[in-house]
């Protein structure tokens, strides 16, 4: 039996996300195919998580529970990520980025060595990037302006994920396409959620 961390970061409600709706599919067609496996939806919204402050940093390295050691044992406890999150001003979310502060942990999900840091994660996790663009990111000339799913890749695989076990899915263009054409490529998107998922 696997868990699955299921990391949403949006604050718009699941219908009215694309990148919720390319990300509920996986979820939905997932648990079709492993219906044993534990998921844990992580909506960071509703879990009000909010930047580090003075506070959260002096308890950094403390050997007492507080909330970092928290979100980052759960990250480390999971074999499996998905991480939904829409493109923003050429990443994601601040509010991710908020989360990776707390979960990038000394001791839980990295460590420092002679050699420099090294990622404590168990090897073999999987993770899947699930996110929607306005424009075109995945090719042509905006390509080198993307930095969310570039960050993600290397900050997860800082931790330890090996980059073949990173995959990612979009669905681009939704602030260009209207009407049918915007359905068609959305639909296509989800569909190929689906197929992912059965493998994930
Ligand atoms: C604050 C904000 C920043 C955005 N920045 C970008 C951007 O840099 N590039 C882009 O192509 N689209 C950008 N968009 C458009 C979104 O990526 C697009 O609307 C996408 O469909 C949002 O995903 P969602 O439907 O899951 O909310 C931005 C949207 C918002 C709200």
Partial sequence: MSTVLYIKANPKPDHASYTFRMSEAFIQSYKEVNPGDRIITLDLYQEGV??????????????????????????????????????????????????????????????????????????????????????????????????????????????GVEQSDITTITTELTGVLQGQELEQSVTKSVEEAKRKAANF
């Fill in 50 to 159: 909010r930047p580090l402050d003075a506070e959260m940093l002096a308890q950094m390295f403390s050997t007492q529970e507080n909330i970092m050691k928290k979100y980052a044992e759960q990250f480390a406890a999971a074999d499996k990520y998905v991480i939904a999150a829409p493109m923003w001003n050429l990443s994601f979310p601040a509010i991710l980025k908020t989360y990776f502060d707390y979960v990038v942990l000394a001791g839980v999900t990295f460590k420092y060595t002679e050699q420099g840091p090294v990622g404590l994660l168990v090897p073999g996790k999987k993770a899947v990037h699930i996110t929607a663009r306005g424009g075109q990111y995945s090719e042509g000339p905006a390509a080198q302006f993307e930095m969310g799913d570039r960050y993600i890749r290397t900050i997860l695989g800082f931790m």
